[in-house]
């Protein structure tokens, strides 16, 4: 045989392997168990307690040689395993490779993955990096902002605007690709947590989520929720509440949402509370709506909610609100409406329909007059 034929068979040889090779980390999969190695710096724990919500509640020793501990517990994309002891703390998907959680003496905590590459836990990290440094440079865009005095404060705010509107986009587009790739685990969740799209596009999203997502806590509180908003949307009539105000006197300050609303005027309403910062922040924009609009065709509302009563009534008086109130709503609006945070500020027309909703900042001005003049 020549030496260029013994070459030839060599070089098939190493890339028969090498397919080989090749083929079967294509064809890796998770395993129905997750190894768990967690690593210890100086500080070592004598034990830690491991918590996989419906599955696991245990105790674990770690070797003192060593510094660490191993530990096998059940695949579960869908769940995060919680590590606890007194100085440390992780959570993690256990998701069918070995996770090495190294435990800095600092409090840092580090994972790792044999499989990195089919580890949601692995693209949990990238995620969450990738969200840590997107909000770094949108608030260096927001500090260069506020920083620049050659910027009037008109100027100021649009371009604070601008630079909101550009984030959201980015942050939607990332967040869309992470739910294409994973919709059958607990990433595609997180998500669509940091979402910001129309009810239209996340009932869509859901719908392509596995079935076994879809009845994960979170989303099916989010699906009812938008199933609510969907029964008190744009153009839908307005639903009536009632609320007692003072639990001590039920009689004399109990009060029905349709006292004020569908009683010939345009209505607008802010649910808000008193510790909330962007429901005080908003209320410059609504006493100018309500200074240039209130008479015989509008007037406004507002709804305190989630709050105690007694700085409801206290924070009313120093910011100044004048325009009718009800206080000690609580949680029934907020169900019935379907909202999720404050402030959540609704136009209603002369009978009750729902003109528009969610409106914010200069958005309340521009509805109100656009409904008035018509």
Excluded at 175 to 194: F, S, Y
Excluded at 306 to 318: G, S
Excluded at 350 to 369: F, M, Q, S, W, Y
């Amino acid at each position: 045989m020549s030496i260029n034929t013994c070459n030839k068979m060599k070089i098939r040889t190493l890339l028969i392997a090498a397919v080989a090779v090749l083929a079967a980390s294509c064809t890796s999969k998770p395993s129905s168990t997750t190894t768990i190695i967690g690593q210890f710096g100086s500080k070592l724990p004598d034990e830690v307690h491991l918590v996989l919500p419906g599955q696991i509640d245990t105790i674990v020793a770690t070797d003192p040689v060593s510094h660490s501990f191993k530990v096998e517990v059940p695949t579960d994309v869908l769940s995060m395993l919680n590590i606890e002891s007194e100085d440390h703390g992780a959570s993690l998907i256990p998701d069918g490779t070995t996770l090495t959680v190294n435990f800095g003496d600092e409090y840092q905590v580090d994972i790792d993955s044999d499989k990195p590459k089919i580890s949601v836990q692995k693209k949990f990290d990238e995620f969450a990096s990738w969200i840590q440094e997107f909000m770094k440079e949108y608030n260096e865009n927001n500090a260069a902002v506020r920083q620049d005095s050659s910027l009037s404060p008109e100027e100021r705010k649009e371009k604070e605007g601008e630079i909101y509107s550009e984030a959201i986009k980015e942050l939607n587009d990332k967040c869309r690709e992470i739910i294409k790739a994973n919709p059958d685990n607990l990433l595609a969740v997180v998500a669509l947590q940091n979402m910001d799209v129309d009810d239209e596009e996340m009932i869509s999203i859901i719908d392509g989520l596995s079935d076994k997502v879809k009845k994960l806590p979170d989303i099916a509180v989010l699906s009812e929720v938008l199933s609510v908003r969907g029964e008190t949307a744009k153009g839908k009539m307005f639903k009536d509440f009632t609320v007692v105000q003072d639990l001590e006197n039920p009689e004399a300050s109990t009060v029905k949402f349709s006292d004020y609303v569908g009683k010939g005027k345009y209505v607008l309403v802010d649910f808000w509370a008193s510790w909330c910062g962007p429901c005080k922040a908003e209320m410059p924009n609504l006493k100018e709506v309500y200074e240039k609009y209130h008479g015989d065709k509008f007037d406004m509302l507002s709804v305190a909610v989630w709050d105690n009563p007694e700085a409801t009534v206290k924070a009313a008086k120093e910011l100044g609100i004048e325009w009718n109130q009800i206080i000690n709503a609580q949680k029934v609006p907020t169900e019935l409406y379907g909202i999720e945070g404050i402030p959540h500020i609704i136009l209603f027309g002369p009978d009750g329909t729902i003109i528009e909703r969610n409106l914010r900042g200069a958005e309340i001005g521009k509805a109100v007059g656009d409904a008035l003049s018509k």
